[in-house]
């Protein structure tokens, strides 16, 4: 796969490489996301000079530095520089300016200060703008009392996402045009979701950083509904950026071509990469979630230690903090924690709702007046983030980057953004040239579904017996001089066993082989789920074959089996005496499960007492979870006095391949 840094001038429609400069200026929206704060290495140290420190132009005497700007090896900009190597001039050919926590007034003062003849520049812009440090700290790592600064930040940062990002990303864009080459490209990423929100496990873990402190009645919680709150809001920034992109894309003063890069949907719905997965109890690093893509607090300090600082008792939703300061429970020295805490954090709470109204959350900063108001201190100061200018607690030396790095991607999620950037370059690039984008080969891929925590299943005896018959059948009926078909048919429709194989054909490809076909179902009958599985359950799965001109596929279609699936078939059975006829009740699972019991209950019934079987009714139920883990039910009419010979002793139920442990009821 080529990554170019910039490309020659040639007509020869080929996506070629000559060197000349690489850009990046960046923001992020905690401290810096394309800084890479915690991605990786410092690149910088207090007390050392760097190459890459610069004073930002035009009078503006400040050094900003490798370790002032929390720039690390793993960010996305190291990582794409790495990628295209030699093809980056040596003496500034690639530029980093990207500094943790800057806006976009900063961000435009960044592309002011580039040095022209650039071939491609990549930032990231939005998330300081819409005050997001204030938000997630407020949020999730300080949610204690009334916590009207975190209700009122989150709902303005809402309404004016689209107002404040759009135009301000815009103006950037348009400071590029001095500085990006006619056939140069820029690519502005958007961000990623950082919740998974299909469980409410990270309710009982230890957002807080004060979650040691008894402050267990003023807890706000990381909610399901507060993470999609959070989450919209990732959304509706991205939305914001891309708006911008098309209105520059469309811009004939933009002299370059400007695209957006989308990663958001690789982390939130291929990968399990977000915080708060179920796959995870809160551990950072975790072994079960090793596609983590961001860096969270260790949110589970030790094993049972909820209950070892007393949380879940002291958290309960009916004491107030009142209620917690006049109980016993503490003790004076912990309710006098309590009271400076809160009165702290009461003074956060009047801080911000004093700076709301002067913030940029109601007034949108030109970047560009942001720049004219620092050379020139009588112009009208831009708006901040509310809270801006309050107490440092810090006392000048800043937050410490192991704090900062929250919320930030990982080393992963930086490799994600890189890879996604680059493709969007050269989809540019291609276009500039006119012709097709360079892909990736796919190589052959061997996928057992239920090693993606498929929960379908069907029998693989049944499987085994029609997949031959299958490829005759796209053999004797595929499309004919027709390229790229697909060919599937279903067996076993409105059962449990219902199942499907599918052929799809790809990269201009037309001929079909049907021992190729049947070598490649085989394989995924019985090359997956072979491990502890004596009933010879088969989940299914995927096969790509020469670089994906094949796809083979075995599809089960019933998601509500009994799960785990059983390891042996089990039921049920009551006959009972009617003077003239017995009547019977029977369900099952893991056997009859194809054939309405018309192939293997029936015969078995009649060998045993003959025929006379009457009322015969069969049905496979739609959830069995509603059923005791049933799968069917069948009830029928006997001759009197069966029970003994043919369903006490199991003999029908066995013959057919199950199992009831015998049969109630007074028949004889």
Same mark, same amino acid.
Not at 2 to 23: C, F, H, I, K
Not at 234 to 242: E, F, G, M, S, T
């Given at each position: 796969?080529?990554t170019?840094?910039?490309?020659?001038?040639s007509?020869? !429609?080929?996506?070629?490489?000559?060197?000349?400069?690489?850009?990046?200026?960046?923001?992020?929206?905690?401290?810096?996301?394309?800084?890479?704060?915690?991605?990786?290495r410092?690149?910088? =140290?207090?007390?050392?000079?760097?190459?890459?420190?610069?004073?930002v132009?035009?009078?503006? *005497?400040?050094?900003?530095?490798?370790?002032?700007?929390?720039?690390?090896?793993?960010?996305?900009?190291?990582?794409?520089?790495?990628?295209?190597?030699?093809h980056?001039?040596?003496?500034?050919?690639?530029?980093?300016?990207?500094? +943790?926590g800057?806006?976009? *007034?900063?961000?435009?003062?960044?592309?002011?200060?580039?040095?022209?003849?650039?071939?491609?520049?990549?930032?990231?812009?939005?998330? %300081?703008?819409?005050?997001?440090?204030?938000?997630?700290?407020?949020?999730?790592?300080?949610?204690?009392?009334? #916590?009207?600064?975190?209700?009122?930040?989150?709902?303005?940062?809402?309404?004016?996402?689209? +107002?404040?990002?759009?135009? %301000?990303?815009?103006?950037?864009?348009?400071?590029l045009?001095?500085?990006?080459?006619?056939?140069?490209?820029?690519?502005?990423?958007g961000?990623?979701?950082?919740?998974?929100?299909?469980? #409410?496990?990270?309710e009982?873990?230890?957002?807080?950083i004060?979650?040691?402190?008894?402050? !267990?009645?003023?807890?706000?919680?990381?909610?399901?509904?507060?993470?999609?709150?959070?989450?919209?809001?990732?959304?509706?920034?991205?939305?914001?950026?891309?708006?911008?992109?098309?209105?520059?894309? $469309?811009?004939?003063?933009i002299?370059?071509?400007?695209?957006?890069? *989308?990663?958001?949907?690789?982390?939130?719905?291929?990968?399990?990469?977000?915080?708060?997965?179920?796959?995870?109890?809160?551990?950072?690093?975790?072994?079960?979630?090793?596609?983590?893509?961001?860096?969270?607090?260790?949110?589970?300090?030790?094993?049972?230690?909820?209950?070892?600082?007393?949380?879940?008792?002291?958290?309960?939703?009916?004491?107030?903090?009142?209620?917690?300061?006049?109980?016993?429970?503490?003790?004076?020295?912990?309710?006098?924690?309590?009271?400076?805490?809160?009165?702290?954090?009461?003074?956060?709470?009047?801080?911000?709702?004093?700076?709301?109204?002067?913030?940029?959350?109601?007034k949108?900063p030109?970047?560009?007046?942001?720049?004219?108001?620092?050379?020139?201190?009588?112009?009208?100061?831009?708006?901040?983030?509310?809270?801006?200018?309050?107490?440092?607690?810090?006392?000048?030396?800043?937050?410490?980057d192991?704090?900062?790095? #929250?919320?930030?991607?990982?080393?992963?999620?930086h490799?994600?953004?890189?890879?996604?950037?680059?493709?969007?370059?050269?989809?540019?690039?291609?276009? $500039?040239?006119?012709?097709?984008?360079? +892909?990736?080969?796919?190589?052959? *891929?061997?996928?057992?579904?239920?090693?993606?925590d498929?929960?379908?299943?069907?029998?693989?005896?049944?499987?085994?017996?029609?997949?031959?018959?299958?490829?005759?059948?796209?053999?004797?009926?595929?499309?004919?001089?027709?390229?790229?078909?697909?060919?599937?048919?279903?067996?076993?429709?409105?059962?449990?066993?219902? =199942?499907?194989?599918?052929?799809?054909?790809?990269?201009?490809?037309?001929?079909?082989?049907?021992?190729?076909?049947?070598?490649?179902? $085989?394989?995924?009958?019985?090359?997956?789920?072979?491990?502890?599985?004596?009933?010879?359950?088969?989940?299914?799965?995927?096969?790509?074959?020469?670089?994906?001109?094949?796809?083979?596929e075995?599809?089960?279609?019933?998601?509500?089996?009994?799960?785990?699936?059983?390891?042996?078939?089990?039921?049920?059975?009551?006959?009972?005496?009617?003077?003239f006829?017995?009547?019977?009740?029977?369900?099952?699972?893991?056997?009859?499960?194809?054939?309405?019991?018309?192939?293997?209950?029936?015969?078995?019934?009649?060998?045993?007492?003959?025929?006379?079987?009457?009322?015969?009714?069969?049905?496979?139920?739609?959830?069995?979870?509603? =059923?005791?883990?049933?799968?069917?039910?069948?009830?029928?009419?006997?001759?009197?006095?069966?029970?003994?010979?043919?369903?006490k002793?199991?003999?029908?139920?066995?013959?057919?391949?199950?199992?009831?442990d015998?049969?109630a009821?007074?028949?004889?």
């Amino acid at each position: 796969m080529m990554t170019p840094a910039t490309w020659n001038g040639s007509s020869d !429609g080929q996506l070629s490489v000559t060197a000349t400069r690489l850009e990046s200026v960046l923001d992020g929206w905690n401290r810096c996301w394309t800084a890479g704060i915690g991605a990786g290495r410092p690149l910088g =140290h207090r007390i050392t000079a760097d190459e890459v420190a610069i004073r930002v132009p035009d009078g503006l *005497e400040e050094i900003r530095d490798n370790f002032k700007c929390s720039r690390y090896d793993m960010a996305y900009p190291k990582v794409i520089e790495a990628q295209f190597g030699a093809h980056v001039e040596k003496d500034g050919g690639f530029q980093y300016l990207a500094c +943790s926590g800057d806006r976009s *007034e900063q961000i435009y003062q960044q592309a002011k200060a580039l040095k022209g003849n650039l071939d491609f520049v990549t930032f990231t812009s939005g998330g %300081n703008d819409l005050c997001l440090a204030g938000i997630i700290k407020d949020c999730i790592m300080v949610p204690y009392f009334k #916590n009207s600064a975190c209700e009122t930040v989150l709902a303005k940062a809402q309404e004016n996402v689209k +107002s404040i990002i759009t135009d %301000n990303i815009k103006q950037i864009l348009g400071a590029l045009n001095d500085k990006v080459n006619k056939d140069g490209i820029v690519v502005v990423n958007g961000y990623a979701q950082f919740f998974d929100t299909s469980s #409410n496990n990270c309710e009982e873990q230890s957002w807080d950083i004060l979650w040691f402190l008894p402050l !267990g009645a003023s807890y706000q919680a990381l909610t399901i509904s507060r993470r999609k709150t959070f989450n919209q809001l990732v959304l509706d920034i991205n939305k914001a950026i891309r708006d911008a992109v098309d209105e520059a894309a $469309k811009d004939d003063d933009i002299k370059y071509m400007v695209g957006y890069s *989308e990663w958001d949907h690789w982390v939130a719905e291929e990968l399990d990469a977000q915080m708060c997965s179920p796959s995870s109890n809160g551990d950072y690093p975790d072994k079960n979630q090793a596609d983590m893509h961001f860096i969270k607090p260790d949110t589970h300090p030790w094993w049972n230690w909820g209950n070892d600082v007393g949380r879940d008792e002291l958290r309960k939703r009916d004491m107030d903090l009142e209620e917690l300061m006049s109980s016993t429970r503490l003790s004076d020295s912990q309710k006098r924690q309590v009271n400076r805490l809160k009165a702290v954090m009461e003074a956060c709470d009047r801080n911000i709702e004093a700076t709301l109204y002067d913030s940029i959350l109601y007034k949108s900063p030109s970047p560009n007046a942001a720049v004219k108001h620092k050379l020139n201190p009588r112009d009208p100061a831009p708006p901040g983030c509310p809270g801006d200018g309050g107490a440092d607690m810090t006392f000048g030396l800043g937050m410490p980057d192991h704090i900062g790095e #929250n919320f930030h991607p990982n080393e992963a999620g930086h490799l994600s953004i890189a890879s996604f950037a680059l493709a969007e370059l050269m989809d540019l690039r291609s276009i $500039k040239l006119g012709v097709d984008s360079p +892909s990736c080969a796919i190589k052959d *891929e061997f996928t057992c579904f239920s090693s993606t925590d498929s929960k379908y299943y069907v029998s693989g005896n049944r499987t085994n017996e029609n997949y031959k018959e299958f490829c005759q059948e796209v053999a004797d009926k595929h499309p004919s001089n027709t390229i790229n078909w697909s060919y599937s048919t279903p067996y076993d429709k409105g059962t449990p066993e219902e =199942h499907d194989y599918v052929v799809t054909l790809g990269n201009g490809v037309s001929a079909f082989d049907k021992d190729q076909c049947e070598e490649s179902m $085989k394989k995924i009958i019985n090359s997956c789920d072979t491990s502890d599985n004596p009933m010879n359950w088969k989940g299914g799965g995927r096969y790509i074959r020469s670089e994906g001109d094949y796809k083979y596929e075995l599809n089960p279609r019933r998601s509500n089996r009994p799960w785990p699936p059983p390891k042996n078939p089990y039921g049920r059975c009551e006959g009972w005496y009617k003077v003239f006829f017995s009547q019977y009740e029977v369900e099952g699972a893991g056997f009859s499960t194809l054939d309405y019991g018309q192939k293997s209950m029936m015969p078995n019934m009649d060998s045993c007492y003959g025929l006379g079987t009457t009322a015969w009714k069969f049905d496979y139920h739609d959830n069995p979870g509603d =059923h005791n883990g049933y799968e069917w039910k069948a009830s029928f009419n006997t001759p009197i006095w069966v029970r003994a010979r043919c369903w006490k002793n199991n003999k029908v139920v066995q013959a057919a391949g199950g199992w009831t442990d015998g049969c109630a009821g007074n028949d004889a």
